[in-house]
């Protein structure tokens, strides 16, 4: 007997999903991209690819290549804008998905550009297309273009700046998305919540450089890029861990996520919510399988709800 739906429900920063399968950043466009490849509605949420101020062309291709790890890939935070989103895509997702969790992922190149594109985005929901939008992720591995490039997560300055204004943009939920080559992301979490954040996502991709050695030159036109794939999801479940002991705020684990034990991993080691990206571009199918995976887990091992593993995780020390 497989267990009861209600077994997979989680409620995170005061949202109900149905289960805890949330399709990752960029790897689901803003949902109707894949609303006739995947079933959606058996999903916990999903976030949807970046919405910047401007609209953004991104980096020159190809933008994607595979490795015997994972995947390498250097898009470059391509995107339609935040008037086009507001115009082409909340109407969507206010309609199609309501019994799934919709949050969107923010960029910006300066600490005000983040909560700019958060109010804009209010405003749409509030006037034309209530229920479009549940929450915010900010993606704070952005470069700060007015602090020479460095990342808003690795200043702690930045960061807090960010997080504020970003805070006094909305009433909504606000996850921050952090890199996992920050020095001590545990202090960095920390200074996300103590400005406002809600939850932390953990975590964004790696930098790497795939060379194609036949014609000597990098396997991506903008030559390094984002690691991700099953080689990220110790370095994922790492930071989950960490940051779980430093503070309280409910954690969004992503990162290698292609079955229902890696999504266990994650859960157990603190994480309410777990994302898959990767994966379902590999196989659209991913996401459900988890779900359907998690289920059988739970009925199997006598867990009536997934909440009761999430950090469960014993110390190895």
Known sequence: MIAHRGALAVRVTGLDFQNPVVLAAGTAGYGR???DIID???????VTKAVSPLPRDGAAPPRVAEFPGGMINAVGLANPGVDA??????????????????????????????ANVIAALDV?????????????EINVSCPNIKAGGLEFGADPVALAEVVRRARAATARPLFVKLSPTLPDIARSASV???????????VNTLPGLVIDVNRRRPALGFGQGGVSGSALRPVGVLATWKVRRAVSVPLFGVGGVATADDALQYLVA?????????AMLRD???????????AEWCDANGVGHIADIIGALESPT
Do not use: M, Q
Request: charged share 20%; aromatic share 4%.
């Open 33 to 35: 991209e894949l609303a």
């Open 40 to 46: 959606l509605h058996a999903l916990g949420g999903l």
């Open 85 to 114: 989103v507001r115009r082409e895509h909340l109407p969507w997702l206010a309609s199609s998905i309501p019994h799934v969790r919709k949050i969107a992922n923010i960029v910006g190149f300066s600490t005000e550009e983040f």
């Open 124 to 136: 749409a929901l509030r006037v034309e297309c209530a229920g479009g939008l549940d929450a915010y």
């Open 192 to 202: 996300a919540v103590e400005e406002g954040a809600d939850a932390l996502t953990l």
């Open 270 to 278: 603190g994480a309410s919510l777990v994302g898959v990206g990767t």
């Open 284 to 294: 659209p199918r991913a996401p459900e399988r988890i779900v359907r995976g998690l």
